[in-house]
């Protein structure tokens, strides 16, 4: 099945820089890649997203880009702010066979945005 | 547009009982996915529901089942808990394009169960 690594697993960068995270996933199949931010005692938000058609997508201050070929997905945040502290999860998609779409996440970085 | 509504948000069983996870999901979203979050395990596929039919599940033992309803709700219910049911159970709510295939995903705030 379909495996998705997350890297870091803690990142800590000072209040407006840019924070970089990054996954790669096993499964070729894989067309389908959002990141998720939870937030303490919250429900996973879905943030920006991308499909296997596009190499980069941009929203703001949010951004990720996709390497097929060598099975690749970060998610790029500039000029960080506090609130953007929270664990961030990536994901991918594959198609199943009963239609509908399964989610594989990664393990989770926990970002820190120091004042 | 509201969101997935999950109750309750909170739960505390002993072992070998059964508990009830309800799911409501995004008005006009016919997909329900459950997913388990824990510390050691992250986040885990356990089944999806759509137009009433448990079409995916995961790896998990039959303990865990599901239902959906004509209106979309879900149930998640587990029988005979054991101490590493323990977790945050998320569900997800998408709807289905016209080539079948789930839109985006979006979660409800989960239900916390503990099992003692």
């Known amino acids: 099945g379909e495996n998705v690594e997350q890297h870091p697993s803690t990142l800590s960068v000072q209040e407006g820089d840019s924070a970089v995270i990054k996954c790669t996933y096993s499964?070729?199949?894989?067309?389908?890649f959002p990141w998720y931010k939870q937030e303490l005692g919250k429900g996973p938000q879905l943030i920006i997203d991308?499909?296997?058609?596009?190499g980069e997508k941009k929203d703001q201050r949010i951004a990720v880009t996709l390497n097929k070929t060598a099975k690749h997905f970060s998610l790029h945040i500039t000029e960080t702010q506090p609130e953007d502290s929270a664990v961030y999860f990536c994901a991918a998609s594959i198609r199943l066979t009963g239609g509908g779409n399964k989610l594989t996440f990664g393990t989770g970085t926990q970002l820190k945005v120091e004042l | 547009k509201a969101g997935v509504t999950q109750t309750p948000r909170y739960l505390i069983k002993t072992r070998g009982q059964q508990v009830t996870l309800s799911c409501s999901p995004i008005?006009?979203?016919?997909?329900v996915s459950w997913y388990q979050q824990t510390p050691g395990q992250g986040l885990q596929f356990l089944f999806e529901y759509f137009s009433e039919t448990q079409r995916n599940k995961g790896n998990f033992p039959g303990r865990f089942s599901g239902r959906q309803f004509s209106n979309s709700r879900s149930e998640m219910n587990v029988s005979t808990l054991e101490l590493g049911d323990s977790a945050l159970y998320l569900c997800a709510s998408s709807h289905r394009d016209r080539d079948y295939v789930n839109t985006e995903a979006f979660f409800g705030q989960g239900t916390r169960l503990t099992v003692v």
């Open positions: 499964d070729s199949a894989s067309n389908y």
């Open positions: 991308i499909r296997s058609n596009v």
């Open positions: 008005s006009g979203h016919r997909s």
